[in-house]
């Protein structure tokens, strides 16, 4: 157990170089922050000057191992747009980005396994017809399309919900919240709804999967032959066997919301940290794309060691493996 | 059930408290990057810290100037080389202090510090000092007739307050610590800073004690300002009525605003020309397919170009109307511009008599490097473009890309045949000289990838600076832009047009032609 783990977190932290290693090589593509930095009446010696302040004439490689040693001591930097500290331009984004998630998730959790359970159980019916074709819209239109024909449909045309921002936040020891107030609520809708819709759909779907799947088996013919009422048999022992793999796709997918936030937060304006990972690209801002890029990965690989962990918690398999030498 | 209710009952309440009629809430594509008056000079900021802070003088929306701090200027008439201000009296800092000639030495020398955005535009002055109280003079190294255009967008801070908070330096990224200035304000403005989130929100209201309080409508009290990044979004939140006022209405949609009830779209002339720089002064250029010589040093070929660009059709179909042919490369209220330069002609047939003469009747083929998220539809034009040049046989392979990435190949000199775009904060044609057609040396000519290099004209430019008799002045500068409309180094295209969306309610005497509303003009009913 203790070899394996140590091997996994070894394995984990080398991906994290490596995705660091991939970014920065990247960062000289996007083009050079000095040029956003000054004015159009700047010279070349201010231009070689702050080049040289900001490490800015040194191989990447050199810029990487420096960005390394800071982020280790927890100093990322200072965003080249807004000169303040990454470290707290991300905390004081990280609310935004982590309700709409956690609303978005809920949201494509509770409805993808309603309407799963109802297109298995009526799959011939009408309706479950409607929603699964209606499900095909969610899976293939473009995340910033839904987005701006909500904000056409309930900003413009009926006027119900906003069509930006988080509304008003309510400050709560250093996380600020839209729960709290009407506007935040009604805020929280559309990018919500944009957001999960994709999640939703691919839940409902698996869910109605597994369902049709189980109400095929032979303890569900049984239960239905000793007489049980029908909703005990779907939501008792059919819904239950269902939800294990729903879990498992549910807590990967977690990671992907928050990751893809980025785009549903440029159309709504949602000030999190995906538009910031926006804004920071078009000004070349490479601390801040450098610090996103980073906890993201973090993020992804994090998730994955603790699916891996439990894998090997819970399957004796694995742990056969070793002694059989590798998997 | 109940809860339901409740949670109905209070999104109703919610839209019914809407913004009481002196609020104004405002939007546009970016937020001003920092508050600290003197570094980044740029637009966007600028406009934030106008609602805040002063300079001594400003110009109006019409772009004429006007006393803000100061009442009276003038060159002083023993020394050519001294300008003597007078400063308004009994003015008040947010925070109480009064404003005195100290707070004007103060922030001018603070803004002339290495790590200040401001110090170019004020790279003549050798020194400032305060006679008294109310009165500053402005020694430069030579007499410079038009030092006040560079002082529009120069503000003045409070010198306690800021020794006070710590903030004398100008913020500098080596030092990794963020500044008080550049999230707090303590101006002489009409407007004080509420809250501020960057990229989210910022609050302002009036501030009761503004000296302009009887000469300015002043009827805006409260303003919202939502940076909105997305153009359809920003559209959608003016049409809604959740903004009153966006900056950057996108040309598509100016229809859709303005056949809104309750909504208005109001045009104007940017000071923003739109033009493509040649690579004529290389022996051979690397972006084409002539080997061991340059096709753009032949000047026929420059005005081949020229000619065959239709600026008619871009007005029309790429810009649908919202542009203004350019036939030079300065906005029409530069000192310097006229009407006759302003035009140009298209005629593809003599156009093509010209390649033919200039030995490329065969064409050659060249790369256009374009920015696409800088310009009011910067890619299209140069789609445009590169249909106009075949017509005379050059083939255009089109390079765009995004401005960080596009405007370092002009002043790394990269790129032969490029687009660009330039403002005159000055409102002189000094300004273009200097940084488009100066030799590139030193602190002149960076922004020149032409190559085109002339010690006359060079010489010309310089005299510019310090050249005391305006007749003479503009004279000289007559006899530049015949040197620049001659020797074709810059194809102009066209100068931008500025689309400001308001909700009916929302009085302004005219759109900014720098861009910059100022909310101490507006009218509210």
């Given at each position: 157990m203790l070899a394996y783990t140590i091997r996994r977190i070894a394995q984990s932290i080398f991906v994290l170089f490596v995705v660091g290693l991939v970014a920065f090589s990247m960062f000289r593509f996007v083009g050079?922050?000095?040029?956003?930095?000054?004015?159009?009446?700047?010279?070349?010696?201010?231009?070689?000057?702050?080049?040289?302040?900001?490490?800015?004439?040194?191989?990447?490689?050199?810029?990487?191992?420096?960005?390394?040693?800071?982020?280790?001591?927890?100093?990322?930097?200072?965003?080249?747009?807004?000169?303040?500290p990454v470290a707290e331009i991300l905390l004081e984004r990280a609310p935004a980005t982590l309700e709409l998630a956690f609303v978005s998730g809920m949201m494509a959790l509770a409805g993808g396994i309603a309407l799963g359970i109802f297109t298995a159980i009526r799959r011939r019916g009408f309706g479950a017809n409607v929603v699964m074709t209606l499900s095909l819209i969610g899976v293939s239109l473009p995340t910033f399309l839904i987005g701006i024909l909500l904000i056409y449909l309930f900003s413009v045309e009926l006027g119900w919900l906003p069509s930006f921002g988080r509304g008003e936040v309510v400050e709560v020891g250093g996380w600020t919240t839209g729960f709290l107030t009407a506007s935040g609520l009604k805020a929280l809708i559309l990018p919500s709804i944009t957001l999960g819709?994709?999640?939703?759909?691919?839940?409902?779907?698996?869910?109605?999967?597994?369902?049709?799947?189980?109400?095929?088996?032979?303890?569900?013919?049984?239960?239905?032959?000793?007489?049980?009422?029908?909703?005990?048999?779907?939501?008792?022992?059919?819904?239950?066997?269902?939800?294990?793999?729903?879990?498992?796709?549910?807590?990967?997918?977690?990671g992907s919301i928050i990751a893809f936030a980025i785009i549903t937060e440029t159309v709504f304006q949602w000030p999190g940290v995906g538009l910031l990972f926006i804004n920071a690209i078009q000004f070349v801002d490479i601390p801040v794309m450098a610090a996103y890029l980073m906890l993201i990965s973090v993020m992804f690989v994090g998730i994955n060691l603790i699916v891996d962990m439990l894998y090997f918690a819970i399957d004796p398999r694995l742990r056969a493996d070793r002694t059989s030498g590798g998997h | 059930m109940k809860k339901t209710g409740i949670l109905a009952a209070a999104l109703l309440a919610s839209t019914s408290i809407g913004a009481s009629a002196e609020t104004i809430r405002w939007a546009r594509v970016g937020d001003a990057l920092t508050l600290d008056p003197h570094s980044q000079n740029e637009g966007p900021s600028h406009t934030m810290r106008h609602q805040m802070y002063e300079p001594l003088i400003i110009r109006d929306m019409s772009g004429a100037f006007q006393g803000a701090l100061a009442t009276d200027w003038a060159p002083s008439e023993s020394d050519p080389n001294v300008w003597t201000f007078t400063l308004r009296e009994g003015v008040k800092f947010h925070d109480g202090a009064d404003f005195t000639a100290e707070d004007v030495v103060f922030s001018f020398e603070r803004a002339m510090t290495p790590t200040s955005d401001m110090k170019e535009l004020l790279s003549s002055i050798v020194e400032v000092r305060a006679v008294d109280d109310y009165t500053v003079e402005f020694v430069t190294d030579g007499p410079n007739p038009i030092l006040p255009s560079n002082f529009t967008n120069l503000f003045i801070m409070d010198k306690d307050w800021t020794e006070a908070n710590n903030t004398v330096e100008v913020q500098d990224f080596e030092g990794g610590e963020i500044t008080y200035a550049t999230v707090n304000a303590n101006g002489t403005g009409p407007y004080r800073l509420v809250?501020?989130?960057?990229?989210?929100?910022?609050?302002?209201?009036?501030?009761?004690?503004?000296?302009?309080?009887?000469?300015?409508?002043?009827?805006?009290?409260?303003?919202?300002?939502?940076?909105?990044?997305?153009?359809?979004?920003?559209?959608?939140?003016?049409?809604?009525?959740?903004?009153?006022?966006?900056?950057?209405?996108?040309?598509?949609?100016?229809?859709?605003?303005?056949?809104?009830?309750?909504?208005?779209?109001?045009?104007?002339?940017?000071?923003?020309?739109?033009?493509?720089?040649?690579?004529?002064?290389?022996?051979?250029?690397?972006?084409?397919?002539?080997?061991?010589?340059?096709?753009?040093?032949?000047?026929?070929?420059?005005?081949?170009?020229?000619?065959?660009?239709?600026r008619d059709a871009i007005q029309q179909v790429v810009m649908r109307g919202q542009s203004q042919p350019a036939g030079m490369i300065a906005p029409p209220f530069v000192n310097g511009w006229t009407e006759e330069l302003d035009t140009a002609m298209t005629d593809v047939e003599a156009a093509k008599a010209l390649m033919e003469e200039a030995g490329y009747g065969d064409g050659f083929s060249v790369r256009l490097d374009c920015p696409n998220d800088r310009y009011i539809n910067d890619e299209a034009i140069c789609?445009?473009?590169?249909?106009?040049?075949?017509?005379?046989?050059?083939?255009?392979?089109?390079?765009?890309?995004?401005?960080?990435?596009?405007?370092?190949?002009?002043?790394?000199?990269?790129?032969?045949?490029?687009?660009?775009?330039?403002?005159?904060?000055?409102?002189?044609?000094?300004?273009?000289f200097n940084f488009l057609l100066h030799t590139r040396t030193g602190d002149r000519g960076s922004w020149n990838g032409t190559g085109f290099s002339n010690a006359e004209v060079d010489e010309m430019i310089v005299s510019l600076a310090s050249e005391t008799d305006l007749d003479v002045r503009n004279e000289t500068i007559a006899t530049i832009w015949d040197v620049v409309q001659t020797e074709t180094m810059y194809l102009p295209v066209h100068h931008q047009v500025l689309n400001w969306g308001l909700a009916d309610g929302v009085g302004i005497p005219q759109v900014d032609p720098e861009d910059q509303p100022k909310f101490k003009f507006f009218t509210m009913n």
């Open positions: 050079d922050p000095v040029d956003n930095m000054l004015g159009q009446e700047r010279t070349q010696e201010d231009v070689e000057r702050l080049r040289e302040q900001l490490g800015l004439d040194q191989p990447f490689i050199v810029q990487y191992f420096r960005f390394l040693e800071q982020a280790a001591q927890g100093n990322f930097g200072l965003s080249y747009r807004q000169g303040r819709l994709y999640q939703m759909t691919l839940i409902m779907r698996l869910v109605r999967t597994e369902m049709l799947e189980v109400l095929r088996m032979d303890y569900i013919r049984f239960a239905r032959a000793r007489g049980l009422r029908e909703k005990s048999i779907n939501f008792r022992h059919a819904l239950k066997n269902t939800l294990v793999p729903v879990i498992t796709i549910t807590g990967l997918q977690l | 809250s501020r989130e960057p990229e989210v929100r910022t609050v302002l209201s009036i501030n009761e004690d503004y000296w302009g309080a009887d000469e300015f409508p002043l009827e805006v009290t409260e303003i919202v300002f939502t940076p909105i990044q997305n153009a359809a979004t920003r559209v959608a939140a003016l049409l809604s009525g959740e903004v009153d006022f966006i900056q950057d209405v996108p040309v598509q949609d100016l229809s859709r605003v303005s056949e809104t009830d309750g909504l208005r779209v109001e045009t104007a002339p940017q000071n923003r020309v739109i033009f493509f720089g040649i690579n004529m002064g290389a022996d051979d250029i690397e972006a084409d397919n002539v080997e061991g010589a340059n096709p753009f040093a032949d000047v026929r070929v420059r005005q081949a170009m020229n000619m065959a660009i239709n789609q445009a473009v590169v249909g106009m040049m075949a017509q005379i046989g050059i083939t255009v392979n089109l390079d765009a890309k995004s401005r960080a990435l596009h405007f370092p190949l002009i002043t790394d000199g990269l790129t032969d045949f490029y687009m660009l775009g330039w403002g005159v904060p000055t409102y002189d044609s000094e300004y273009i």
